[in-house]
Nanobody
């Protein structure tokens, strides 16, 4: 099992920045990919960004150039630096980890990000 604990959400004005953190514990050796998803009210959960153990990254088109995902393997932590935030970025952000050998997904509890206009 893998446990994911997010932190760093909050309320920010449009144009501001936030950094989300996700600390992983447990059977982290099984994890190949970590990332962030978000879910706004009335919408489906969507991928924001993900990063592999090798450092390869993927971003949603809506956040390219504004968000940066990174990881600190020594701390078993993945970060999402969010700059130039927009009201449409308002959502609950979830940390995700994938064990490719079993295709098992693990999820954090979610952290609220609210961007005011």
């Amino acid at each position: 099992q893998v446990q994911l604990v997010e932190s760093g959400g909050g309320l920010v004005q449009a144009g501001g920045s936030l950094r989300l953190s996700c600390a992983a514990s447990g059977s982290i050796f099984s994890i190949n990919v970590m990332g962030w998803y978000r879910q706004a009210p009335g919408k489906q959960r969507e991928l924001v960004a993900r990063i592999t153990n090798g450092g390869s990254t993927v971003y949603a088109d809506s956040v390219k150039g504004r968000f940066t995902i990174s990881r600190d393997n020594g701390k078993n932590t993945v970060y999402l630096q969010m700059n130039t935030l927009k009201p449409e970025d308002t959502a609950v952000y979830y940390c995700n980890a994938i064990a490719l050998a079993t295709m098992k997904h693990y999820w954090g509890q979610g952290t609220q990000v609210t961007v005011s206009s």
